[in-house]
């Protein structure tokens, strides 16, 4: 059987004071967001988020992306390229292909 989650994207522009990823947390959780992409993550900080697990890949430059992923939703085969541009990782039910 299919599990359907919800996903999301957001450029959040190196946030890193705690009250701007507070809201972050805030609005992910009031949307029920199971899974968010970010792009230009400055710090890994983001595993602050109650609830969420973050996957935080910074590049040589300080910038990078992040995957949070709600607690229950196990993320495996997580490939970080050393650029920070860009995440790969596989869960369970995903088809490559």
Known sequence: ???THKIATLNINGL???TRIAMLG???RKQEIDI???QEVMQPVL???RGYIAHV???TNGRGTAILMRE???LT???RPPSGRGMTADTPGSVAG
């Open 77 to 79: 085969n997580i490939m």
């Open 57 to 59: 890949n910074i590049g």
């Open 1 to 3: 059987m299919a599990t």
């Open 16 to 18: 890193s004071s705690h």
């Open 26 to 28: 805030d609005f992910i």
């Open 36 to 38: 968010i992409l970010l």
């Open 72 to 74: 229950h939703i196990p």
């Open 47 to 49: 595993g602050m988020i």
